[in-house]
């Protein structure tokens, strides 16, 4: 299928057959919420998902309901937004799920909402907030007033010191250790969702610091999954989450940001650990993306496959012969940067150039979507579609790193440059610390902004920006990572579990970049397979870059590195070095000490 043939098929809410569309739904527009002004009427927001299973189902239920068409186009604006086109109006309404509802006034300032609601029980709500709109507005706006001094919070910030360091990383461990399930391994009761980050910092964690415990929890997690009904054992893949405690019922919907990240997990777990286990499900992972996912002509990966629980609990033999769910065809940036990523790691795990291909031509894909003074735009839909999100630049300046890391292709390290300037220049707040979520051009949203950051993006940005300084030594970098790290130093308990992210970042400023420098011949297959090894080894914070001993000898006389000794790869923490490492079996033992703290 091709590009434009996409764009005319894909962009549907639901592929199901209901009575939804008798609503005379509106897009997001100024126009919009003039009109709701014009004609006194509150807007219902409806936030849907192509794969979200309950969206379908209010789809077919609630709004299909005749009393509830008829009420709410004779008094109501309605709007629907897809949550991963508009991630700006998600982050802002989401009501704590999908599908949300909100209802906002014509200024777009939030009355009330909920996720999925039967219709009867919607419809009574639609009466009775709209009654409370017409009748109660002095109340409505006093609701609204506490509703706003909630959200005005101020911030006050403690300093990074080795103690504070301690006490984050601590702070991690000792949450992951209480909420961990020793019968079924992941974190929580039900439902349970794959904690990606939170797998990332055991990983991270045990190597620095050494604590088995961390790895037992990540491994027996990892192992668990694998083998219940989270992972799809006929086409490969995780879905979304588990209902259940065992990880035995999904919810079927497969998410292209959920498996490029536990791909890259399960495959930098079965680095350390060398269990086939953790091999053998990346391989299937690989195998899913690749049959359902990827446009192999332009090389980009669609966002999610539907759920259909039907269709999932058919045998192998029937599945084969039954249509298979529908698959939301759009191309995300911050998703496919992450893909971007997986891919290249499994290059050199299982040594096999064609996936470090597929990530190159993502990458490339992508770089279409990249704008000089806006960074880069967050989905494609006949042409590059809305720009300003935070999470697009920071998955891109990461997955950039990456790639020039795997290519030495310079290219890709100036685009992390030049995207690294605009989240600076643009999203960095430069009085308190920390980026923005979003930069937004709506007026609507401008007048609803919400003055907090959020942690996961901003501690991945973080990283980000360090290990740009690794390969560039800027320390302009290190001024504006202190800022966003400490903005978040006395709030981060907030978020619990979720800090995890912070926590590794916390620990990558006040630590340093493991800097590699592998020194040898191009074209030479010893310097090629260290070099390899070297990208293959899972080592926190860990920052690899290739210096050829004709073309970059300027670079290697400054640094005093050894012509003699080649292929060697010269491991530097800061401002100490260790002995150049020319044996690539000892390589491996070497990065392990290095990563303790």
Known sequence: MTIIQREKASFRFSPRQN????????EWSNDSFKQAKEQNKLILLSISAVWCH????????????????????????????????????????????????????????????????PPERFLEFLKEINELYKNNMSKSERKLEKIQSKINAIHTFKTLSKDMNMEVLQYIRENAVKSYDTLYGGFGIEPKFPMSELLEFLLYYHLRTGDDNALLMLSKTLITKCEGGIFDHTE???????????????????????????????????????????KESAQKIIDYMKSNLYDEKYG????????????????????????????????????????????????VVFDDDKYQRIGVKTMDFLLKMFDENQGIYHYYKNGPQLSGIL?????????????YQYTVDR??????????????????????????????????????????????????????????????????YKKVVSKTLEYFSRSYKDYGLFASTYASAVDFYLN????????????????????KKTLEIYAPNKIVNFLDISEDRAKIDIKGYSLIKYVAAYICIGS???????????????????SKI
């Open 19 to 26: 009575s939804a569309d008798k609503i005379n739904w509106n």
């Open 54 to 117: 309950w969206c379908h189902v209010m789809d077919e239920t609630t709004f299909s309901y005749e009393p509830v068409i008829k009420f709410l186009n004779d008094n109501f604006i309605p709007i629907r937004v897809d949550s991963d086109m508009r991630p700006d109006i998600n982050r802002r309404y989401n009501m704590g799920g999908w599908p949300t509802v909100a209802i906002l006034k014509h200024d777009g300032s939030l009355l009330a909402g909920g996720t999925y609601i």
């Open 236 to 278: 490969g893949g995780f879905f979304r989450y588990s209902t259940t405690r065992d990880w035995s019922i999904p919810h079927y919907e497969k998410m292209l940001e959920d498996n490029s990240v536990l791909l890259k997990i399960l495959l930098e777990a079965y680095s350390v650990t060398k269990n086939e286990k953790f």
């Open 300 to 347: 980009c990966f669609y966002g999610s496959q539907d759920a259909d629980e039907e269709y999932y609990k058919l045998p192998p033999d029937k599945r084969k012969k039954a249509k298979r769910p529908n698959v939301d065809m759009t191309i995300y940036a911050d998703k496919n940067a992450l893909a971007v990523e997986a891919f290249l790691y499994a290059g």
């Open 391 to 403: 999470a697009d630049n920071v998955n891109m300046l990461n997955a950039l790193i990456n790639i």
């Open 411 to 476: 290219k890709y390290l100036d685009y992390a440059q030049k995207i690294a300037s605009i989240l600076i220049n643009k999203f960095f707040d430069d009085e308190r610390g920390g980026f923005y979520d979003d930069l937004t051009s709506d007026d609507v949203l401008r007048k609803n902004i919400h003055i907090e950051k959020e942690i996961l993006t901003n501690s991945k940005a973080a990283s980000a920006l360090l290990s740009l300084d690794s390969l560039k030594d800027r320390k302009d």
């Open 512 to 531: 340093d970049a493991i800097h590699i420098d592998i020194v040898g011949k191009r074209e030479d297959s010893k310097t090629i397979e260290m070099y």
């Open 576 to 594: 100490k070095c260790l002995e150049p490492v020319t044996d690539t079996l000892k390589l491996v033992d070497v990065l392990k000490i290095a």
